[in-house]
């Protein structure tokens, strides 16, 4: 008879497993990362400690496989379900927004007459725009360091749902059922960040009536 354990451990697997299925069939590359656990982020396999949530393997080896993906999420023996982390690239890049100019993004008017998959990660107060790939990233915003990132290629990974971060998951502010899986269009989020950042400077600009 299996434990109540063993049965959310079931769970959690195929929920993961399920949900990488489901972003490598869109062409969304995908690879396990270290899992949150009560001594902080472990990698899946070795069980040693990473510090803070990492790929479990090779950027390189990110992949749509499905065997491979069942390799990874699939089987029983691993104690440990790995976060489920997805790669910009070809299929999609990543504006990676500060929570305060991501909400202002997400309200857009123009924005929400053309959404696109937003998720966000509330461990690091940043919200992911998924767009489509050749996108620049706004130039001359003069906000702070880190508070408006392209993420496109080299090096650059995000998690995604159902994976936990710290003791938050990680969640979509809006599913890629919801608009069919069509990216975010470029020029009207980048738009949308230049209207926002300019709207939060006015904000804190003193002597500036609202």
């Not at 993420?151 to 502010?173: Q, S």
């Not at 939060?200 to 500036?208: E, I, K």
């Amino acid at each position: 008879m299996q434990s109540q354990d063993d049965t959310v451990h079931g769970l959690a697997r195929r929920r993961a497993h399920r949900a990488a299925l489901d972003y490598a069939e869109h062409g969304w590359m995908v690879l396990p990362g270290s899992v949150w656990t009560a001594r902080g982020y472990v990698a899946p396999g070795a069980l040693l400690d990473t510090q803070r949530l990492l790929p479990a393997v090779p950027l390189e080896d990110a992949t749509t496989d499905a065997a491979t993906i069942a390799r990874w999420w699939g089987g029983d023996d691993n104690p440990l379900v790995p976060s489920v982390l997805i790669r910009p690239g070809t299929a999609f890049a990543v504006l990676s927004l500060a929570w305060n100019i991501a909400e202002l993004v997400f309200h857009n008017r123009r924005f929400r007459r053309r959404p696109g998959p937003v998720l966000y990660r509330a461990d690091e107060g940043q919200a992911y725009f998924l767009v489509e790939p050749g996108v620049s990233a706004p130039a001359g915003l003069g906000c702070r360091p880190g508070d408006v990132l392209l993420l496109d290629a080299d090096g650059a990974w995000i998690a995604a749902p159902p994976t936990r971060a710290k003791n938050f998951e990680v969640v979509w502010w809006r599913h890629p059922d919801s608009v069919g899986w069509r990216l975010c269009d470029a020029a009207i989020t980048c738009a949308a960040v230049v209207a926002a950042v300019r709207r939060l400077a006015t904000r804190r600009r003193p002597g500036v009536p609202r």
